[in-house]
């Protein structure tokens, strides 16, 4: 077996792994949905017409950045045009595309997701919806290529959601961000008029994450020799930000 023929059998079975976890998560219904991930100029994508929450390594299928079938026996998803365009001109690693339940919603109503919390800011703050067009379309690709402009995700008026990210671990966790974004907007819109962060507090969270390296853990220094074994401290989250606060 060829270093590549294995790095794309790797690819392959990350990109199964991917799909059944966030069939685990409740993103997935049936065939809806589909999952790539680049490496060089080679990309690994799921077939269409395959339950994602169930996929398989031999139900993702390669194509290079032009869409010629590489490896595989199974047709690529049906938004390969979508897939390709992001990887090419935004030189992402990894493209999750979701008919999520709450992110689908706020899609058939918003223009936008507000900065609503401030994790949304690991996704660049507010969510553009991409306007309608078919599915599977030069045209959808386009629109959602657009929303793309300067953030890890969008939503896709009356269909779904997309996130993107370097690598496919990434862009799985930003569509359950963006899913559980979306599920807080809708309920705290159901109680009211939600309130969302300004440029200004969303630029001080900015600040405060990239002073504390918000997101990672950190090992204490160690106990100095007789001196009592201090507890590893928790992830510290950044606390929320409030109105007049620098
Ligand atoms: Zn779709």
């Known amino acids: 077996m060829t270093a590549s023929s294995s790095a794309l059998s790797e690819e392959r079975a990350a990109v199964a792994d991917a799909c059944r976890r966030l069939g685990a998560e409740g993103l997935l219904i049936g065939t809806a949905g589909n ?12 077939a269409t017409g395959a339950v994602l929450a169930e996929l398989t390594p031999d139900q993702v299928t390669v194509v290079d950045l032009d869409g010629t079938l590489v490896s595989g026996t199974l047709r690529p998803t049906s938004e390969l045009d979508l897939h390709l365009g992001v990887h090419r001109r935004r030189g992402t690693g990894a493209l999750v595309h979701t008919h999520a339940p709450m992110a689908t919603a706020v899609a058939c109503v918003l223009d936008e997701l507000p900065c609503i919390h401030y994790q949304l800011l690991a996704l660049g703050g507010t969510v553009r919806v991409a306007p309608y ?13 657009t929303a793309l402009d300067g953030r890890g995700a969008a939503l896709m008026a009356n269909h779904g959601a997309v996130t993107h990210a370097a690598t496919l671990d990434r ?9 559980w974004a979306c ?3 809708q309920r705290a819109a159901a109680m009211g008029r939600p309130r969302f962060l300004d ?13 504390r390296d918000y997101g990672t853990t950190h090992p204490v ?4 020799s007789g001196s009592p074994v201090r507890p590893v401290q928790p992830v510290r ?8 606060q620098r």
């Open 35 to 46: 999952v790539s991930v680049r490496t060089g100029d080679l990309v690994a994508v799921t």
């Open 133 to 145: 067009a078919t599915f599977g379309t030069p045209e959808l690709a386009e629109s959602v290529l």
């Open 171 to 179: 862009a799985v966790e930003h569509a359950l961000l963006l899913e």
């Open 183 to 185: 599920g807080v907007y």
């Open 199 to 211: 440029e200004r507090q969303q630029r001080a969270v900015i600040e405060a994450a990239l002073a």
């Open 221 to 224: 220094a160690p106990a100095a």
């Open 237 to 244: 989250p950044v606390p929320p930000v409030q109105e007049g």
